[in-house]
């Protein structure tokens, strides 16, 4: 703890107890005598006021509750980087002399003095610091670098950094540390209330090998991400959660090395803000959950059409948002990249009861998904939700314009903007046939639940499972179900039933097509599953 406050303490961060906090004031508070800190919390409940005592302002807060004063020998203003590296690890100099080490050895009754074990010991030391290469000091009030050029003589082999939730209160303190840290590849200085550069800076080689930076709840803008990003000319990870960024601009010349950048928790609100970073050549995970976003579109392309957007995209998170409307999953299939979805916890997950239909539809939906929800989709899943899909709008596609002679066949500009994907699916698998049309179940599956059990006789350490699945459910979709269910390998699954009718005959289910209705399969059956 500081006696006197520190002749740079004004906008330093400091702990007091458990709490942090930035000091805003270092002065006199009359009637009182001596030095006040008047400090704005990070959590406005242990705060008092608003910066104003008896009627005089002495600094601002955010909150009417969020500042208070003390006294400079309350406040932590933390110790250097190097400092924290030697306790959290056990190498600290001084610790050493508190627990009496000795330079002496008792042989009988004489004592041997060893000359110059100090030396060795600090050798010893200098080894171990040397050897370090992935460093974490997370939580260990380090509020500057230190003395010039002291980290690159101990820690010289550092790659790796963790200053998450210390005591930085600037981006000049971590370029002072990060400078005498020659292959700095990933720095975690996350929940550091920080200021950044608020114009551009001359471009330095520190960050030159960076290739991962974490900066959540450090409240950086967007606008000061890219006056700093000159400076990380490899960087291919970007982590920006929880930073009140509610505007975007485009990167000119910056970020084009980016893989992944993670916006969750910023309210963008407006998804149009994603076309100012969707030029970003190299970008391949775009994380943004809790957005506020409720709407996604790419104008650059037609139905059908790929966008020119997010050329590389493989991998979107857009969990807990607001997006209610099919429009934004059918503008997804125009990611030319696009691999793996997550999109959990959106209004349109609650369109349908049934979280299977739901899955199948947006499955249809976007021709080259690979994964959604960190869940597989095999082969045979895709299929069935297309085969589905087809059928399921049959009707309506048949109403809007839909012909089965291509002469003819011109649906309507509604039908292709609600299912931009129909026409596509009809040249892959043809045009559904009116049999198939007659008499289709709805999309609620609100039919007829058949409770079947489900074995796998050549695997006796699978125990049997039981299912109620519609009756109208097809063969390829019940497949489709039993790869996820079983967690089978991508193999052909062969499947057939066994009823107490039929005195222990197997029926094949060899019809991907076909539903289970037409196999007359019933209430109490088992359906044998191998591969």
Not at 135 to 157: F, L, M, W
Not at 316 to 330: G, H, M, P, R
Not at 399 to 428: D, I, M
Request: charge should be neutral.
């Amino acid at each position: 703890m500081a006696a006197r406050a520190p002749s740079d303490a004004l906008g330093r961060r400091v702990l007091c107890g458990t709490e942090r906090g930035t000091v805003r004031y270092v002065g006199s508070v009359p009637p009182t005598a001596g030095i006040w800190l008047g400090v704005e919390w990070d959590d406005p409940q242990r705060g008092k006021h608003d910066g104003t005592y008896e009627g005089t302002q002495y600094f601002k807060c955010r909150h009417p509750r969020g500042g208070s004063f003390i006294r400079p020998n309350k406040a932590n203003f933390g110790v250097d980087f190097l400092t924290a590296i030697k306790d959290r690890y056990g190498l600290n100099v001084e610790q050493d002399i508190q627990h009496g080490t000795e330079d002496t050895l008792v042989f009988g009754k004489k004592t041997v003095e060893f000359v110059g074990m100090d030396s060795i010991a600090e050798q010893q030391r200098q080894v171990q610091l040397n050897q370090l290469v992935d460093i974490s000091v997370r939580e260990c009030a380090v509020s500057h670098a230190g003395q010039k050029e002291e980290i690159s003589r101990t820690c010289a082999n550092i790659r790796h950094i963790n200053l998450s939730k210390n005591l930085i209160s600037s981006w000049e303190t971590v370029t002072a540390i990060a400078s005498q840290v020659q292959n700095l590849e990933t720095l975690n200085i996350s929940e550091n209330k920080m200021k950044f550069p608020s114009t551009s800076t001359s471009v330095s080689s520190v960050f030159s090998k960076l290739r991962i930076l974490a900066l959540n709840q450090t409240e950086i803008t967007w606008t000061e991400v890219l006056l700093c990003a000159p400076g990380w000319p490899a960087l291919e990870e970007l982590y920006l959660t929880s930073n009140n960024i509610t505007v975007l601009e485009r990167p000119d010349n910056v970020l084009q090395t980016l893989k992944l950048l993670d916006l969750s928790d910023n309210q963008l609100l407006d998804g149009n803000q994603l076309h100012l970073i969707a030029h970003l050549p190299r970008l391949e995970q775009l994380i943004l959950r809790n957005t506020g976003i409720s709407s996604i579109h790419f104008p650059d392309a037609g139905f059908g059409c790929k966008t020119k957007m997010f050329p590389s995209l493989k991998g979107l998170a857009i969990n807990d948002n607001k997006i209610s409307q099919w429009s934004s999953i059918n503008e997804l299939d125009k990611l030319p990249s696009l691999r793996s979805l997550q999109c959990h916890n959106n209004p349109l997950m609650d369109t349908e009861k049934n979280p299977e239909t739901l899955r199948q539809l947006i499955i249809a939906k976007i021709s080259q998904l690979e994964i959604l929800n960190k869940s597989e989709i095999l082969p045979a899943e895709r299929k069935g939700a297309e085969l589905d899909y087809r059928k399921i709008f049959g009707n309506d596609w048949l109403a809007a314009g839909g012909n089965w002679n291509p002469e003819k066949n011109k649906p309507s500009e509604e039908f292709l903007a609600a299912h931009p994907r129909y026409p596509s699916l009809c040249l892959k698998y043809g045009a559904p046939e009116e049999g198939e049309l007659k008499g289709r179940q709805p999309l609620t599956l609100k039919n007829q639940l058949l409770t079947l059990t489900i074995k796998c006789p050549e695997k006796p350490e699978q125990k049997p499972v039981e299912r109620k699945l519609p009756e109208s459910m097809t063969i390829q979709r019940v497949k489709g179900l039993l790869y996820r269910l079983l967690k089978i390998p991508g193999s052909e699954l062969k499947l057939s039933y066994e009823s107490a009718k039929l005195e222990g005959k197997e029926v094949e289910l060899d019809n991907d097509l076909k539903p289970l209705q037409f196999y007359s399969i019933e209430n109490g059956d088992c359906v044998l599953v191998r591969w």
